[in-house]
């Protein structure tokens, strides 16, 4: 939990929007592709978009409320000093991640393997949780990275590449991948509302 770094409440509040903010937009990236690999007729594939989407939306929203409610223990300067390094901190890691995602996907292209492309890239995302968990004291984030991780592993062992669902071939690493990460992530996103909310209150009854 993020409160036994004892971190000031605004910092600690930035941390749990953030992570709020990240899976809620990537966790709707990953719906996409997962979707995308589905391969179903149009009016489906959309109806299931809008839901997705729908679902971003609501936990962004959340997120945007978490960082309001930060505002009000903005005072101190140890709240900003730490929110600040911590900024520094998650930028650096998201940088790295993109970095490592890029040249993944370069060298996919240059090998011909891209249908690797989505378990190679979870694996990174999945990875790149870790140091998160350490960076903001939410050890959740363990769980998350290990379950995206086990995901891309399963489906590239133990799953066809294509399969026929519905009557109609699916990319089974676009869609078992995609919509894995994504029930992760949302679900991930929900338990650091949770704890975001726990912070604002304990802070609020000090």
Not at 48 to 69: E, N, W
Not at 145 to 164: D, N, Q
Request: proline share 3%; glycine share 12%; hydrophobic share 55%.
């Amino acid at each position: 939990m993020m409160e036994e770094k004892r971190m000031p409440p605004e910092a600690a509040i930035f941390g749990t929007a953030n992570g709020v903010f990240f899976m809620a937009i990537f966790g709707t990236l990953w719906a996409y592709t997962g979707i995308m690999g589905l391969q179903w007729p149009g009016g489906t594939q959309t109806a299931l978009l809008i839901i997705a989407l729908l679902i971003g939306i609501a936990l962004c929203i959340t997120g945007f409320l978490l960082l309001r409610s930060g505002r009000k223990f903005s005072g101190t300067s140890a709240g900003s000093k730490s929110g600040k390094k911590q900024r520094n901190a998650f930028n650096l890691i998201f940088a790295a991640e993109g970095i490592a995602i890029a040249i993944a996907i370069f060298v996919c292209n240059a090998t011909q393997i891209t249908q690797l492309i989505p378990i190679i890239v979870a694996l990174i995302v999945g990875v790149h949780f870790f140091p998160l968990a350490s960076l903001f004291g939410v050890r959740v984030y363990h769980l998350t990275g290990g379950l995206i991780c086990a995901i891309a592993l399963v489906a590239w062992i133990f799953i066809p590449e294509r399969i026929s669902i519905g009557g109609y071939e699916t990319n089974a690493y676009m869609t078992v991948v995609g919509l894995g990460s994504a029930l992760v992530l949302w679900l991930t996103s929900l338990q650091i509302v949770r704890i975001g909310r726990g912070i604002v209150q304990n802070a609020e009854t000090r």
